[in-house]
């Protein structure tokens, strides 16, 4: 069955830094990609950093030049650094896996994990 456990969130000061990991197991992790989302109460989740398996990266505007994505294959795990942090990136991050297979046929495998909450303090 496969697994997907966030962790190192936590309550934080504004302008201090959090490192968030995902592990994901049972999967031929090097070939998903993988992306971190947020969702705040009230709003919708966000994507927040991604990164494809060869190692190409994506950033939400909010938080480029501060938050870094990286991916350990061999630990297949991902991880966020999160640097200088503000009260509004206080949400609940998410870890999601994402293959598109097209042989023998078209099919999407997507996994998603609980969450770990980021809380940042003003």
């Known amino acids: 069955q496969v697994q997907v456990v966030e962790s190192g969130g936590g309550l934080v000061q504004s302008g201090g830094s959090l490192r968030l990991s995902c592990a994901v197991s049972?999967?031929?992790?090097?070939?998903?990609?993988m992306t971190w989302y947020c969702q705040a109460p009230g709003n919708q989740r966000e994507l927040v950093a991604s990164?494809?398996?060869?190692?190409?990266?994506n950033y939400a505007h909010s938080v480029k030049g501060r938050f870094t994505i990286s991916r350990d294959n061999a630990k297949n795990t991902v991880y966020l650094q999160m640097n200088s942090l503000k009260p509004e990136d206080t949400a609940v991050y998410s870890c999601?896996?994402?293959?598109?297979?097209?042989?023998?046929?078209?099919?999407?495998?997507?996994?998603w994990g609980q969450g770990t909450q980021v809380t940042v303090s003003p």
């Open positions: 999601n896996a994402h293959h598109l297979s097209m042989w023998p046929q078209r099919y999407e495998f997507d996994y």
């Open positions: 049972e999967i031929p992790f090097s070939v998903y990609a």
């Open positions: 990164i494809t398996p060869g190692g190409d990266t």
